[in-house]
């Protein structure tokens, strides 16, 4: 080794020999960062020299002391006068020692390149630290040494990406002084470069001085805007989403801003200010003295020291143009993964505009699906665009863009659509079960416990983890387990009018073997089931709420659904309950049921279409054998139903008869059933099936009729 000084920062040369390589390393300038010029394979025993010549030093390895290899190049050490020059050894482990054995040694004077014609390089600041798209400067002196006379070029090596540098001047004769100037790019990556910066002249190997370079990058923010382009009838509206992310921490209030607007025109941001991150909705409002034409409107976020702008394309036509504007309310959206959200669309047909308009939507989220009612309609009507998400559907800010094309005249409207990870519902005991049920989740997966008598007759017992389904909806579930504490032990999905333990219900249940759709018409009222389905575990289950009836289902993969028996007409009004329900049916037992792939989205293809409620009062009947009784029937019209409707009834014990009158109602309406019993009808409880047939559906409501 050779260095300056005995201090620990002193600038020094070693040429060293590690286990199985080799290195030649450097320190500049005293305090500088060490470099090295790369590693190289050693064999044992390993010869190490390092020559001192006219500023510059020079390492060297050889396996037999006669032929020398150069380690790396020349180098510029800022060394003066007198100097150390010795053995050094380290163990890079202050717990150990490491005894190094040396032979052959020797410190000679000057050899043959010492006095020869030679430069010497320095650099000041050997270090420097600049931010992306910046740059900074450095001092290079070199200086001859021996009656040096040539030419020196200068350049460096090792620059990041985006990064330039500049001499001036490039070259040197005989010596002197250049300035380097580093310029960095906005996209240089932040980091600490180590560069090399090289003379080459007079014939003589490059002599290299080590420079460090520090990029730091400042917070700042990108600004994008969507659509790019939009188009308004003069006197009509455009909208666009400007949508603000952070870069590197920046976390400020920045102020958004439009120029470029038209004659006539003017401009809303909502909100006009964003802290950090988020989006804006931009209203421009053109009048009817806005000239025809296309323009480039810049839209500017500034705020914490940071401007950055976007451009986006306004294109006005004349006003009397036939044509229509597009608006969606609300125009922003947000939903838990499985459940879903609505919007208006609503079109306003301009200058005379006829015709009907046909909806489509891009950009909707992984396992989301979409639908409108009406998918065209006429121009100056609205449809609800409902969006439902799954449980697999990734968290997330979305924008969807609504496209509304009414014959050659094309519209867009862009709609938030804010996607959160599935949360947990509501839990609730129902009817005093006689352990405390709970109900969590976790990574996707729900875990409810629940006790209960059972759900089932009159009045339930069970564990509830729920939502509210503002109207038509589904829910479905992925029974993945449940616990045999019965036969009858169930788990499943279920929609109820109320918490009360006595409410209408439908409940796709899994037991431990079997599947079962059962229900209760209205409060207080027994309970009925369609029969049992088989279940292998895991088992789909799924409720479906449409036009005032219910439909089950069960899957065995989540992708081919067979019905549960028939839709039934359940006494729902308005909200309902919708969730994940278990029972033991055992008070002194819990039941732990394990769901995933749960979701409750919104009105259906279903919901909206023309179909029919059949309901009857009372739904129980009690008579003496030989006696009669009358039950009410209600037919109601939903969504333009006006098919003939056909009355039945199943079950009837022997010697019973029923009457209808009328026996068939078009399009709704009331009909009385008289039941009559013969002397020779057996005593006993019998279940009825009241069933309603027509416009290409069957409708069922359960009677119960006993008979003393």
Known sequence: MIRQSLNANSSYAFAAALPSLSVYQYRAATGNSAATSGYYSTGYPIWVRLVRANGNLTAYNSADGAVWQQLGSTVSVAVNGAVYAGLAVTSQNNTKLNSAVFDNLSITGPDGASGAADFLLSATPPSQTI?????????????????????????????????????????LAGGGASLLTISTASTTPAGTYSLNLVGVGGGIPARALPLTLGVTVQPGITLTATPPSQSAIAGANATYTATVAPQNGFSSAVTLSVTGLPAGATALFTPVTLTGSGSSTLTVSTSASTPAGSYTLNLTAAGGGVTTSTPVTLVVTAASTPDFTLTAVPSTQSVSAGFGAAYTLNTTALNGATGNVAFAITGLPPGAAASFKPATAALGTASVLTVNTSSATIAGAYNLTVTATSGALVHSATLIFNVTTPFDGNNADIGTPGIAGAGSVSAGAWTISGSGADVWGTSDQFHFDYWMLPGDGTITARVVSVTNTSFYAKAGVMIRQSLNANSSY??????????????????????????????????????????????AYNSANGVTWAPMGSPVSVAFTGAVYAGLAVTSQNNSKLNTAVFDNVSITGPDSASGTADFLMQATPLAQTIAVGASATVAIQITAE??????????????????????????????????????????????????????????????????????
């Open 131 to 171: 931010a992306a798209g910046a740059s900074g400067t450095v001092a290079v002196q070199a200086t001859a040494e021996n009656g040096f006379t040539d030419i020196v070029n200068l350049s460096i090596t090792g620059l990041p990406a985006g990064a330039t540098a500049v001499f001036s001047p490039a070259s």
């Open 506 to 551: 439908g409940f796709a249940a899994a037991l431990p073997s079997l599947s079962v759709y059962q229900y209760r018409a209205a409060a207080g009222t027994p309970a009925f089931s369609s029969g049992y389905y088989p279940a292998t575990y895991p088992v789909w289950v799924r409720l479906v709420r449409a036009n005032g009836n219910l439909t």
């Open 639 to 708: 969504n333009g139903f006006a098919a003939v409707v056909n009355l039945s009834l199943t079950g009837l014990p022997a010697g019973a008869s029923a009457v209808f009158s009328p026996a068939s109602l078009t399009g709704g309406g009331a009909s009385v059933l008289t039941i009559s019993t013969a002397s020779t009808t057996p005593a006993g409880t019998y279940s009825l099936n009241l069933v309603g047939s027509g416009g290409a559906k069957t409708r069922i409501a359960p009677l119960n009729l006993v008979i003393h």
